[in-house]
């Protein structure tokens, strides 16, 4: 079984910086994906940032050239650093990761309980 627990979240100005974490307890499988959701006040939740196990990421239009997720494969943790905020930013932000033996297998899947990220003057 694998927990995640993520920190980072806070209140900060429009324009300024958050770092997310998200650290997971348990084994991660060698064929994993590590995301990061996040969910608005009456929206639904979206895919924001993924970085793979062979360390490609990808991005949300919305996000891009702004945040940055990378991971420490030592420490079993990922993060997302958050530049230049805006409130439209402002969420419950997640951590997701997707994760299996090998190909054969199908993915075993895990979230944290979010963290909130608040974005306001």
């Known amino acids: 079984q694998v927990q995640l627990v993520e920190s980072g979240g806070g209140l900060v100005q429009p324009g300024g910086s958050l770092r997310l974490s998200c650290a997971a307890s348990g084994r991660i499988l060698s064929i994993n994906i590590m995301d990061w959701y996040r969910q608005a006040p009456g929206k639904e939740r979206e895919l924001v940032a993924t970085?793979?196990?062979?360390?490609?990421?990808n991005y949300a239009d919305a996000v891009k050239g702004r945040f940055t997720i990378s991971k420490d494969n030592a420490k079993n943790t990922w993060y997302l650093q958050m530049n230049s905020l805006k409130p439209e930013d402002t969420a419950v932000y997640y951590c997701h990761v997707a994760m299996r033996y090998s190909p054969s297998y199908s993915f075993d899947e895990y979230w944290g309980q979010g963290t909130l990220a608040t974005v306001s003057e």
């Open positions: 970085i793979t196990s062979g360390g490609s990421t």
